[in-house]
Nanobody, 119 residues
Framework: QVQLVESGGGLVQPGGSLRLSCAAS????????MGWGRQAPGKQRELVAHIRSGGSTQYADSVQGRFTISRDNAKNAIYLQMSSLKPEDTAVYYC?????????????WGQGTRVTVRS
């Protein structure tokens, strides 16, 4: 089982940038999909971006063109570069990985890192 630890959250002004990191305790080479989700206060968790093992990426409409997801298998890490941040991006951000198993895909989540966007 993979354990995930996020870092890089903080307070940033609107229009600013942050880079979130997610370190995996185990190998992520077997993960066929890795991504980021977020949960704003009083709202359900939403998926923000993911990257497949082949390198293809997908983004939520709300972050398309502003966020970039990447992975580094050698460092067992994934990243989320966020730019042109808006107050509505304020949330706890979680990374996740999907790993295939005999009983189907298994998704593991990290504990989250908080991002606050305000003046």
């Amino acid at each position: 089982q993979v354990q995930l630890v996020e870092s890089g959250g903080g307070l940033v002004q609107p229009g600013g940038s942050l880079r979130l990191s997610c370190a995996a305790s185990g190998t992520i080479q077997s993960a066929y999909l890795m991504g980021w989700g977020r949960q704003a206060p009083g709202k359900q968790r939403e998926l923000v971006a993911h990257i497949r093992s082949g390198g293809s990426t997908q983004y939520a409409d709300s972050v398309q063109g502003r966020f970039t997801i990447s992975r580094d298998n050698a460092k067992n890490a994934i990243y989320l570069q966020m730019s042109s941040l808006k107050p509505e991006d304020t949330a706890v951000y979680y990374c996740y990985v999907d790993i295939a198993s005999n009983s189907g895909p298994v998704r593991s989540w990290g504990q989250g890192t908080r991002v606050t966007v305000r003046s």
